[in-house]
C-alpha cells in the first residue's frame, strides 16, 4: 500500500504548477517602441483620420483579419465590450431575447441586459459542453433576435447546426469565441462562422495584452455599427448629419499600448497552440486507459484549442465523491476546478432580476416570459456543475510530457489506493 498525499503520503509533484510569462523580447520593444513615439492612444472622437485609431490598433486589426480569414476586425478594450458591442450592433433591444448558454463567464449574458434585451438559455450538449442545437427551437419566440455561442474550453460548438436554424429563424448568430482562437470546424476557424465572433486578449487567455478584445465579421454594417459603438459613434454621426443610423456609442477603444502587445502575442499563437495539442492528446491517450474518467470528445472535422482539458467524473465507478477526488489530486500537486462556473441563471442578478437598481428592468418589458429562471431549466448543465465536469489546466507551456505522465500517475495511483479515499470519505462524513 502506498499512502495518498491526502492522508500524509508523498504527493506525486512536489512543486507548485507553475504559471507560464508568455510575454518576450518581442512584446518588450513592441511596448518600447509605442513609448518613444509618445502616441500611447491615437483615437479621437470624431469623424475624421483619428476616429479608427492609431497605426498599431489598425495593424492588430489587419493581422486578426488575416490570421482568421475575416473580412473585417475591430478592436475593443476587453471581450466583455465585445460582446456589447456585437449584441447592440445587431440592435438588440428592450425587451428583445437573445439565447445563450448557461455555462460561460457571466459576461456573455451579462452584456445583453446592457442593452436592455432578456438572457434565454440553452442547454449544453454533454460531450462538447457547447450549446446544444437541439434545444434551441423550444426556446424561440417572435421576440427573439439572436443566438449567442459560447466556443468553451477551446472547442467550437456545433456551429454549422446552429447557424443552420439561426438562419431560418432570421436570427444573428454571435460566437464568444474567447477560449477558443485557432480552433476550426471542418477548416474554418472559429469566431467567423457566425455573423460576429469575439475574441479576448485577458490575461489568462492563450494569448493576451493584459486586457483586449476583437470583433471579426464579414459583414460591412455589422463592421461598421461596431466601429462606432467602438467609439462615442452618437457624436461622429452628429457629424456626419447621418439622421439614419442610430447608435449609442461609449469609449471601448484600445490603446496603441495593447495593440503593440497583441501584434506580437499573434504571431505566437500557433506556437503556444501546438504545445497544447500535443500535450492534451498525450493526456487523451492515457485517460482512455482510466477507469471512471471521460477524456475529452471531439466531434469529426473539428480543431481543439485546449484552453482547459475538461474531464468527466463518475463517482458510482471509483465509490467516492467528486469533491474527495479533487482533494486528493490536489494534494498529490494537481488542483482541479470542480464544475467550472455555476449556471448563469442561478446567480442572485437573475434570480432577483434586479439589474438597473432596485427596478425590475429589462426583464418586465416581456409580460408571458418563454422562460423561469429556476433549477431544472438546463439539467444537463446542471449536472455537469453539480456532479461530473473536472478542469485540468495542464495543456500549456511550461508543462511537458513528463508532467503529464505525473498527473496520470497521480490519477493510477488513487485509482488502485482508492479504498483509503473511501475510508476517509466515510470518516469525514461521520465527524461532521
Not at 434551441?136 to 421576440?143: A, F, M, N, Q, S
Not at 470546424?185 to 495584452?209: E, W
Request: one cysteine or more; hydrophobic letters at 40%; glycine letters at 8%.
Amino acid at each position: 500500500m502506498v499512502k495518498l498525499a491526502l492522508l500524509g503520503g508523498t504527493p506525486v509533484r512536489q512543486v507548485a504548477i507553475p504559471w507560464v510569462n508568455t510575454m518576450g523580447e518581442e512584446e518588450c520593444d513592441a511596448v518600447n517602441d509605442v513609448m518613444r513615439s509618445g502616441n500611447l492612444s491615437s483615437f479621437l472622437g470624431r469623424a475624421g483620420d483619428g476616429f479608427l485609431g492609431g497605426t498599431k490598433v489598425k495593424e492588430i486589426e489587419r493581422d486578426f483579419a488575416d490570421k482568421f480569414q475575416s473580412k473585417f476586425a475591430i478592436s475593443v478594450n476587453s471581450a466583455t465590450t465585445a460582446l456589447h458591442a456585437a449584441i447592440a450592433a445587431c440592435e438588440v433591444g428592450p425587451g428583445d431575447e437573445v439565447l445563450v448558454t448557461p455555462f460561460t463567464m457571466v459576461a456573455t449574458a451579462s452584456a445583453i441586459l446592457m442593452n436592455n434585451g432578456v438572457p434565454v438559455f440553452v442547454d449544453i450538449h454533454p460531450e462538447t459542453y457547447n450549446m446544444n442545437p437541439t434545444e434551441i427551437e423550444r426556446w424561440i419566440t417572435p421576440r427573439t433576435k439572436a443566438i449567442i455561442v459560447a466556443n468553451i474550453f477551446g472547442l467550437p460548438a456545433h456551429l454549422n447546426e446552429i447557424v443552420a436554424i439561426a438562419r431560418k429563424h432570421g436570427l444573428y448568430v454571435i460566437e464568444d469565441n474567447a477560449q477558443a482562437p485557432g480552433a476550426t470546424v471542418n477548416g474554418k476557424q472559429a469566431g467567423t462562422i457566425g455573423d460576429l465572433g469575439i475574441y479576448s486578449l485577458n490575461y489568462h487567455k492563450i494569448i493576451h495584452s493584459g486586457e483586449g478584445g476583437i470583433i471579426v465579421t464579414d459583414n460591412e454594417e455589422l463592421a461598421r455599427r461596431c466601429q462606432l459603438i467602438r467609439n462615442h459613434g452618437e457624436v461622429v454621426l452628429d457629424d456626419l448629419n447621418d439622421n439614419e443610423t442610430v447608435v449609442l456609442g461609449s469609449n471601448y477603444r484600445m490603446t496603441e499600448l495593447h495593440a503593440a502587445i497583441g501584434i506580437e502575442q499573434l504571431k505566437k499563437l500557433d506556437g503556444f497552440l501546438e504545445i497544447r495539442r500535443a500535450l492534451a492528446d498525450q493526456l487523451s491517450q492515457g485517460l482512455r486507459e482510466m477507469p471512471g474518467l471521460r477524456e475529452v470528445v471531439i466531434p469529426e472535422g473539428y480543431e481543439h484549442s485546449y484552453y482547459v482539458y475538461p474531464i468527466q467524473y463518475n463517482k458510482e465507478t471509483w465509490g467516492i465523491s467528486r469533491s474527495t477526488f479533487a482533494s486528493a489530486m490536489k494534494a498529490e500537486g494537481f488542483p482541479l476546478n470542480q464544475g467550472y462556473v455555476k449556471p448563469i441563471y442561478l446567480i442572485p442578478m437573475f434570480q432577483h432580476k434586479k439589474v438597473y437598481n432596485q427596478t425590475n428592468y429589462p426583464f418586465a418589458f416581456i409580460e408571458d416570459p418563454i422562460q423561469v429562471y429556476k433549477k431544472g431549466i438546463c439539467p444537463v448543465t446542471e449536472h455537469m456543475f453539480d456532479e461530473e465536469l473536472l478542469l485540468a489546466d495542464v495543456c500549456r507551456a511550461p508543462f511537458t510530457s513528463t508532467d503529464i505522465k505525473d498527473f496520470l500517475s497521480a490519477i493510477h495511483k488513487l485509482w488502485t489506493e482508492r479504498d483509503q479515499l473511501r475510508a476517509y470519505e466515510k470518516n469525514t462524513v461521520c465527524s461532521t
